[in-house]
Protein backbone atom coordinates (compact mmCIF):
# COMPACT_ATOMS: atom_id res chain seq x y z
CA UNK A 1 0.00 0.00 0.00
CA UNK A 2 1.41 3.57 -1.08
CA UNK A 3 1.79 6.29 1.52
CA UNK A 4 0.94 9.89 0.15
CA UNK A 5 1.00 11.81 3.24
CA UNK A 6 4.19 12.05 6.20
CA UNK A 7 4.17 9.32 8.70
CA UNK A 8 3.09 11.79 11.39
CA UNK A 9 -0.70 11.58 9.30
CA UNK A 10 -0.53 7.54 9.44
CA UNK A 11 -4.44 7.75 9.62
CA UNK A 12 -4.87 9.71 6.50
CA UNK A 13 -2.35 8.00 4.77
CA UNK A 14 -4.52 4.97 4.65
CA UNK A 15 -7.63 7.10 3.92
CA UNK A 16 -5.83 8.55 0.52
CA UNK A 17 -4.21 5.35 -0.24
CA UNK A 18 -7.34 3.57 -0.12
CA UNK A 19 -9.59 5.94 -2.27
CA UNK A 20 -6.45 6.38 -4.93
CA UNK A 21 -6.27 2.57 -4.95
CA UNK A 22 -9.50 0.95 -4.45
CA UNK A 23 -11.76 3.57 -4.73
CA UNK A 24 -12.86 3.56 -1.15
CA UNK A 25 -14.41 6.61 0.19
CA UNK A 26 -11.53 8.44 1.89
CA UNK A 27 -12.30 9.30 5.67
CA UNK A 28 -13.57 12.23 6.92
CA UNK A 29 -13.70 13.52 3.30
CA UNK A 30 -14.89 16.75 2.50
CA UNK A 31 -16.76 18.24 -0.64
CA UNK A 32 -14.52 19.61 -3.35
CA UNK A 33 -13.09 22.73 -3.13
CA UNK A 34 -14.47 25.92 -5.80
CA UNK A 35 -12.66 25.40 -9.40
CA UNK A 36 -13.52 29.49 -9.69
CA UNK A 37 -11.80 30.15 -6.07
CA UNK A 38 -9.00 27.66 -7.47
CA UNK A 39 -8.73 29.75 -10.85
CA UNK A 40 -7.65 33.01 -8.70
CA UNK A 41 -4.73 31.22 -7.66
CA UNK A 42 -1.68 32.15 -10.15
CA UNK A 43 -0.24 28.63 -10.09
CA UNK A 44 -3.57 26.70 -10.11
CA UNK A 45 -2.10 25.86 -13.90
CA UNK A 46 1.40 25.28 -12.32
CA UNK A 47 1.63 21.43 -13.98
CA UNK A 48 3.26 19.57 -10.68
CA UNK A 49 4.12 15.86 -12.02
CA UNK A 50 3.65 14.24 -15.14
CA UNK A 51 2.96 10.94 -16.71
CA UNK A 52 2.14 8.34 -19.73
CA UNK A 53 -1.68 10.16 -19.35
CA UNK A 54 -0.77 14.23 -18.95
CA UNK A 55 0.13 16.36 -16.06
CA UNK A 56 -1.60 16.64 -12.65
CA UNK A 57 -1.58 20.81 -11.94
CA UNK A 58 -1.49 22.44 -8.72
CA UNK A 59 -5.45 23.28 -8.96
CA UNK A 60 -5.88 19.84 -9.13
CA UNK A 61 -4.04 18.68 -6.52
CA UNK A 62 -5.23 21.30 -4.15
CA UNK A 63 -9.24 20.52 -5.36
CA UNK A 64 -8.24 16.91 -4.00
CA UNK A 65 -6.47 17.81 -0.70
CA UNK A 66 -9.73 19.62 -0.41
CA UNK A 67 -11.72 16.57 -1.37
CA UNK A 68 -9.22 14.19 0.98
CA UNK A 69 -7.52 16.02 3.81
CA UNK A 70 -9.56 17.11 7.09
CA UNK A 71 -9.17 21.06 7.22
CA UNK A 72 -7.45 20.15 10.81
CA UNK A 73 -4.79 18.12 9.21
CA UNK A 74 -4.27 20.83 5.78
CA UNK A 75 -1.92 23.16 7.51
CA UNK A 76 0.59 20.45 8.45
CA UNK A 77 0.46 18.57 4.77
CA UNK A 78 1.08 21.77 2.77
CA UNK A 79 4.14 22.28 5.07
CA UNK A 80 5.57 18.99 3.53
CA UNK A 81 6.81 19.16 0.17
CA UNK A 82 7.23 15.38 0.89
CA UNK A 83 3.74 15.18 0.99
CA UNK A 84 2.66 16.98 -1.39
CA UNK A 85 4.85 15.04 -3.72
CA UNK A 86 3.51 11.74 -2.97
CA UNK A 87 -0.22 13.05 -3.23
CA UNK A 88 0.81 14.51 -7.06
CA UNK A 89 2.38 11.16 -7.55
CA UNK A 90 -0.20 9.33 -6.20
CA UNK A 91 -3.37 11.64 -8.41
CA UNK A 92 -0.90 11.21 -11.95
CA UNK A 93 -0.60 7.34 -11.21
CA UNK A 94 -5.04 7.73 -10.57
CA UNK A 95 -4.85 9.31 -14.09
CA UNK A 96 -2.70 7.06 -15.71
CA UNK A 97 -4.80 4.00 -14.71
CA UNK A 98 -8.18 5.43 -15.43
CA UNK A 99 -6.61 6.66 -18.71
CA UNK A 100 -6.20 2.68 -19.25
CA UNK A 101 -9.65 1.67 -18.09
CA UNK A 102 -11.12 4.08 -21.12
CA UNK A 103 -8.85 2.22 -23.49
CA UNK A 104 -9.96 -0.91 -22.04
CA UNK A 105 -13.60 0.28 -22.51
CA UNK A 106 -14.45 0.00 -18.81
CA UNK A 107 -15.77 3.50 -19.13
CA UNK A 108 -15.81 7.48 -20.30
CA UNK A 109 -14.88 10.84 -18.43
CA UNK A 110 -16.62 13.38 -20.38
CA UNK A 111 -16.74 15.38 -17.00
CA UNK A 112 -17.53 18.62 -16.97
CA UNK A 113 -15.19 20.40 -14.64
CA UNK A 114 -11.90 19.73 -13.24
CA UNK A 115 -13.28 18.38 -9.28
CA UNK A 116 -15.64 16.04 -11.23
CA UNK A 117 -12.47 14.64 -13.67
CA UNK A 118 -10.29 13.57 -10.82
CA UNK A 119 -13.59 11.87 -8.74
CA UNK A 120 -14.52 9.86 -12.33
CA UNK A 121 -10.77 9.20 -12.56
CA UNK A 122 -11.05 7.23 -9.28
CA UNK A 123 -13.77 5.54 -10.37
CA UNK A 124 -12.01 4.59 -13.69
CA UNK A 125 -9.12 3.66 -11.55
CA UNK A 126 -11.04 1.20 -9.27
CA UNK A 127 -12.31 -0.45 -12.28
CA UNK A 128 -9.34 -1.09 -14.22
CA UNK A 129 -7.49 -2.54 -11.17
CA UNK A 130 -10.58 -4.63 -10.48
CA UNK A 131 -10.24 -5.88 -13.91
CA UNK A 132 -6.60 -6.52 -13.83
CA UNK A 133 -7.19 -8.46 -10.63
CA UNK A 134 -9.75 -10.28 -12.11
CA UNK A 135 -7.21 -11.81 -15.11
CA UNK A 136 -4.61 -12.50 -12.69
CA UNK A 137 -6.76 -14.70 -10.58
CA UNK A 138 -6.28 -18.48 -11.31
CA UNK A 139 -9.71 -19.74 -11.32
CA UNK A 140 -11.65 -22.45 -8.57
CA UNK A 141 -9.12 -25.35 -9.38
CA UNK A 142 -5.99 -24.09 -9.56
CA UNK A 143 -6.66 -22.08 -6.10
CA UNK A 144 -7.77 -25.13 -4.72
CA UNK A 145 -4.70 -27.11 -5.74
CA UNK A 146 -2.69 -24.20 -4.04
CA UNK A 147 -4.72 -24.46 -1.06
CA UNK A 148 -4.24 -28.32 -0.29
CA UNK A 149 -0.07 -27.24 -1.20
CA UNK A 150 -0.84 -24.49 1.49
CA UNK A 151 -2.48 -27.22 3.83
CA UNK A 152 0.04 -29.15 3.68
CA UNK A 153 3.22 -26.70 4.22
CA UNK A 154 1.46 -24.57 7.12
CA UNK A 155 -0.14 -27.00 9.31
CA UNK A 156 -0.23 -23.81 11.74
CA UNK A 157 -3.39 -22.70 9.28
CA UNK A 158 -5.49 -25.62 10.30
CA UNK A 159 -4.32 -26.31 13.84
CA UNK A 160 -6.70 -27.09 16.80
CA UNK A 161 -4.43 -26.24 20.08
CA UNK A 162 -4.86 -28.41 22.95
CA UNK A 163 -8.01 -28.32 25.05
CA UNK A 164 -9.28 -29.28 28.13
CA UNK A 165 -12.33 -29.57 30.08
CA UNK A 166 -12.76 -28.44 33.81
CA UNK A 167 -14.40 -28.04 36.86
CA UNK A 168 -13.70 -25.97 39.69
CA UNK A 169 -15.03 -24.40 43.30
CA UNK A 170 -14.38 -21.07 43.68
CA UNK A 171 -14.13 -19.69 47.71
CA UNK A 172 -13.68 -16.15 47.50
CA UNK A 173 -11.67 -13.62 49.37
CA UNK A 174 -12.69 -10.08 50.05
CA UNK A 175 -10.85 -7.39 48.09
CA UNK A 176 -9.09 -5.99 50.23
CA UNK A 177 -7.63 -9.67 51.56
CA UNK A 178 -8.96 -9.27 54.80
CA UNK A 179 -10.16 -12.92 55.05
CA UNK A 180 -7.30 -14.45 52.71
CA UNK A 181 -6.24 -16.83 55.64
CA UNK A 182 -9.65 -17.98 56.15
CA UNK A 183 -10.40 -18.29 52.40
CA UNK A 184 -7.59 -20.71 52.41
CA UNK A 185 -8.04 -22.62 55.42
CA UNK A 186 -11.86 -23.38 53.77
CA UNK A 187 -10.91 -24.36 50.28
CA UNK A 188 -8.28 -26.92 52.16
CA UNK A 189 -10.93 -28.41 53.92
CA UNK A 190 -13.08 -29.07 50.54
CA UNK A 191 -10.17 -30.63 49.23
CA UNK A 192 -9.63 -32.85 52.21
CA UNK A 193 -13.27 -33.72 51.41
CA UNK A 194 -12.94 -34.10 47.54
CA UNK A 195 -10.32 -36.44 48.92
CA UNK A 196 -12.37 -38.57 50.52
CA UNK A 197 -14.63 -38.69 48.15
CA UNK A 198 -17.22 -36.13 48.76
CA UNK A 199 -19.10 -35.54 45.10
CA UNK A 200 -17.77 -32.94 43.69
CA UNK A 201 -20.53 -31.53 41.77
CA UNK A 202 -22.51 -31.38 44.98
CA UNK A 203 -20.02 -28.96 46.91
CA UNK A 204 -19.87 -26.87 43.96
CA UNK A 205 -23.65 -26.18 43.98
CA UNK A 206 -23.15 -25.46 47.47
CA UNK A 207 -19.90 -23.86 47.92
CA UNK A 208 -18.86 -22.55 44.73
CA UNK A 209 -18.61 -18.26 44.63
CA UNK A 210 -18.67 -18.61 40.62
CA UNK A 211 -22.54 -18.57 40.11
CA UNK A 212 -22.54 -19.81 36.49
CA UNK A 213 -20.62 -22.86 36.86
CA UNK A 214 -21.85 -23.95 40.28
CA UNK A 215 -25.16 -24.40 38.37
CA UNK A 216 -23.10 -26.83 36.58
CA UNK A 217 -21.25 -28.47 39.13
CA UNK A 218 -18.66 -26.55 38.74
CA UNK A 219 -18.33 -27.55 35.00
CA UNK A 220 -16.57 -24.86 32.79
CA UNK A 221 -16.68 -25.00 28.91
CA UNK A 222 -13.49 -26.23 26.99
CA UNK A 223 -10.76 -24.24 26.46
CA UNK A 224 -7.41 -23.60 24.89
CA UNK A 225 -4.57 -22.03 26.87
CA UNK A 226 -4.52 -17.84 26.65
CA UNK A 227 -8.41 -17.90 28.14
CA UNK A 228 -8.27 -17.75 31.61
CA UNK A 229 -6.33 -16.04 34.51
CA UNK A 230 -2.37 -17.61 34.31
CA UNK A 231 -2.36 -18.99 37.64
CA UNK A 232 -5.89 -20.67 37.10
CA UNK A 233 -4.57 -21.82 33.45
CA UNK A 234 -1.26 -22.99 34.40
CA UNK A 235 -2.51 -24.96 37.11
CA UNK A 236 -5.42 -26.62 35.30
CA UNK A 237 -3.16 -27.81 32.30
CA UNK A 238 -0.53 -29.26 35.12
CA UNK A 239 -3.41 -31.67 35.79
CA UNK A 240 -2.70 -34.68 33.61
CA UNK A 241 -5.21 -37.47 34.14
CA UNK A 242 -9.36 -37.03 34.74
CA UNK A 243 -10.23 -36.95 38.05
CA UNK A 244 -7.17 -35.65 38.98
CA UNK A 245 -7.42 -32.28 41.64
CA UNK A 246 -5.54 -29.44 42.31
CA UNK A 247 -3.96 -27.75 45.32
CA UNK A 248 -5.66 -24.72 46.33
CA UNK A 249 -4.98 -22.59 43.28
CA UNK A 250 -4.79 -18.23 44.06
CA UNK A 251 -6.19 -15.79 41.48
CA UNK A 252 -7.72 -12.35 41.78
CA UNK A 253 -11.51 -14.02 42.54
CA UNK A 254 -10.16 -16.27 44.88
CA UNK A 255 -8.98 -19.34 45.72
CA UNK A 256 -9.43 -22.47 43.50
CA UNK A 257 -10.29 -26.08 43.39
CA UNK A 258 -9.88 -27.48 40.08
CA UNK A 259 -10.13 -31.43 38.33
CA UNK A 260 -9.43 -32.68 35.17
CA UNK A 261 -12.08 -33.67 33.17
CA UNK A 262 -10.87 -34.05 29.91
CA UNK A 263 -8.19 -33.59 27.46
CA UNK A 264 -7.62 -33.04 23.95
CA UNK A 265 -4.54 -33.14 22.17
CA UNK A 266 -3.47 -30.71 19.72
CA UNK A 267 -5.14 -31.81 16.05
CA UNK A 268 -5.87 -30.45 12.56
CA UNK A 269 -9.01 -29.58 11.20
CA UNK A 270 -9.81 -31.44 8.07
CA UNK A 271 -8.76 -30.09 4.56
CA UNK A 272 -12.67 -29.44 3.71
CA UNK A 273 -13.56 -27.38 6.76
CA UNK A 274 -10.26 -25.06 6.02
CA UNK A 275 -10.54 -24.52 2.65
CA UNK A 276 -12.86 -21.32 2.76
CA UNK A 277 -10.35 -19.67 4.83
CA UNK A 278 -7.31 -20.14 2.90
CA UNK A 279 -9.00 -19.26 -0.33
CA UNK A 280 -9.98 -16.25 0.88
CA UNK A 281 -6.39 -15.79 2.01
CA UNK A 282 -5.06 -16.63 -1.65
CA UNK A 283 -7.28 -13.97 -3.06
CA UNK A 284 -6.86 -11.46 -1.02
CA UNK A 285 -2.89 -12.01 -1.57
CA UNK A 286 -3.28 -12.00 -4.98
CA UNK A 287 -5.78 -9.10 -4.90
CA UNK A 288 -3.05 -7.47 -3.10
CA UNK A 289 -0.15 -8.00 -5.47
CA UNK A 290 -1.48 -7.52 -8.37
CA UNK A 291 -3.01 -4.16 -7.00
CA UNK A 292 0.86 -3.42 -6.25
CA UNK A 293 1.96 -4.46 -9.68
CA UNK A 294 -0.16 -2.56 -11.57
CA UNK A 295 0.04 0.64 -9.44
CA UNK A 296 4.04 0.28 -9.26
CA UNK A 297 4.34 -0.01 -13.51
CA UNK A 298 2.79 3.45 -13.50
CA UNK A 299 4.40 5.01 -10.93
CA UNK A 300 7.71 4.31 -11.81
CA UNK A 301 6.72 6.80 -14.83
CA UNK A 302 5.85 9.61 -12.59
CA UNK A 303 8.17 12.64 -12.89
CA UNK A 304 7.69 14.78 -9.75
CA UNK A 305 9.24 18.74 -10.99
CA UNK A 306 10.31 19.68 -7.65
CA UNK A 307 10.19 23.67 -8.19
CA UNK A 308 6.45 23.55 -8.80
CA UNK A 309 6.03 21.55 -5.29
CA UNK A 310 8.39 24.32 -3.79
Known sequence: M??????????LTWALALTLLTGLPPVAAQ???SAAALASHPESVLQVSSGPAGPVTAGEVELMVDDLVPQSDRQTFWRSTDAVSRFARGL??????AAAAVQAGLGQNAAPSAAARLLRERELTELYLQRQVAQAMPD????????RSEYQLRPDISAVPEQI????ILVPVAADGSDDGAALARAKQLLAQLRQGADFAALAREHSADPGSARRGGELDWFA???MVPSFEAAAFALQRPGELSAPVKSPFGYHLIELLERKPVSRRPFEDVLPEIRRDIEARINAQERRRVWDSQESLVRIDEAAVQ
Open 225 to 227: RGR
Open 31 to 33: PPG
Open 2 to 11: HSFLISRLRP
Open 92 to 97: TVQRAL
Open 165 to 168: RVRH
Open 140 to 147: AAAIEQFA
